[in-house]
């Protein structure tokens, strides 16, 4: 955040940090002459307090700083800011100022090691390559289930076929065999 401050005035800005928690803050003054350095009527006062009044940063006279603590309790810490009273004309200066607290606190470009990228980026390949083989063998699959529907198609066609076809037989045989009979009980004078 960027917050403008005038000499004699101070400016404090508050968050709320649960125990425990990490707690990382960087300040510092804008230059309003870029090339040449800032001059002494815009150095700064920089305390950082706990909610019970413990102090845990203190810079006289800076441009710009850090800190990071554990906080030891829990509640609203404040960062105050205030330019000193100067002979000097009433001036007012910008200060960039960021805090972060807890997960946001930590710098995780430093937790993730080359070694361990490079291992952890080994095994995405790895799943990577496991995925396609499982997307490929799905493809191959369904070219499979289609190819089994349509030989069960076929197949069943062809049996109603047949099985139409052996009817036509049986129906027929057997009316031959009536047709025999008859004529054979004609010729014999039974009928």
């Known amino acids: 955040m960027r917050f403008e401050l005038q000499t004699g005035h101070t400016k404090c800005i508050s968050e709320d940090v649960k125990n425990n928690a990490m707690t990382v803050g960087k300040y510092s003054v804008v230059n309003p002459n ?4 800032i ?7 920089v305390k950082v307090t706990s909610p019970y009044g413990n102090s845990y940063h203190y810079g006289d006279h800076v441009d710009s700083g850090n800190f990071a603590f554990t906080a030891a309790e829990a509640g609203d810490y404040m ?8 002979k000097a004309a009433a001036s007012t200066i910008t200060i960039e100022f960021e805090w972060r607290t ?3 606190a930590k710098d995780w470009s430093k937790v993730a090691k080359k070694g361990k990228i490079e291992v952890m980026e080994f095994e995405l390949k790895k ?5 396609i083989s499982i997307h490929d ?3 191959y699959l369904r070219e499979r289930e289609e190819e089994m529907q349509e030989l069960n198609k076929a197949t069943n066609s062809k049996m109603f076929t047949f099985s139409f076809l052996s009817l036509v037989v049986c129906l027929s045989v057997a009316g031959l065999q009536l047709w025999h009979l008859k004529t054979f009980f004609e010729r014999k004078k039974l009928l």
Do not use: N, Q, R
Request: with cysteine; net charge negative; aromatic share 16%.
């Open 34 to 37: 870029e090339g040449y350095p």
């Open 39 to 45: 001059p002494d009527t815009h150095k700064i006062v």
């Open 79 to 86: 960062a105050c800011f205030w330019i000193p009273d100067s």
């Open 102 to 104: 807890g997960v946001a």
């Open 127 to 131: 799943l990577y390559d496991t995925v």
């Open 137 to 139: 063998e799905m493809f």
